[in-house]
Nanobody, 123 residues
């Protein structure tokens, strides 16, 4: 049973930064992918970024490249999402999710989910 635990959310002013963490446990992660998603009130869950654990390849929408960076620490079984130049529109609950093999952008493709961490960006 895979467990994913997010942390690092909080309240930040526009233009500020946060680093989210997702600690994974419960299996070998060599052929596994972790994605970050976010969901704002009244909106659908949205893909933010993803990483392929084995090779470290990363995937991000063009709109977020340069502001958000995903990375992993093998020794700590942790995936990070560094978020810079935050905007009020980035406010949402951020979830990490896992699936075997390659990452995708579809939330329904992911089997394992964390509980989420709230990010609020004030203007």
């Amino acid at each position: 049973q895979v467990q994913l635990v997010e942390s690092g959310g909080g309240l930040v002013q526009a233009g500020g930064s946060l680093r989210l963490s997702c600690v994974a446990s419960g299996r070998a992660f060599a052929n596994y992918a972790i994605g970050w998603f976010r969901q704002a009130p009244g909106k659908e869950r949205e893909f933010v970024s993803a990483i392929n654990w084995l090779g470290g390849s990363t995937y991000s929408p063009k709109s977020e490249k340069g502001r958000f960076t995903i990375s992993r620490d093998d020794a700590e079984n942790t995936v990070y999402l560094q978020m810079n130049s935050l905007k009020p529109t980035d406010s949402a609950v951020y979830y990490c999710a896992g699936r075997p093999l390659m990452p995708t952008m579809e939330p329904t493709d992911y089997n394992d989910w964390g509980q989420g961490t709230q990010v609020t960006v004030s203007s």
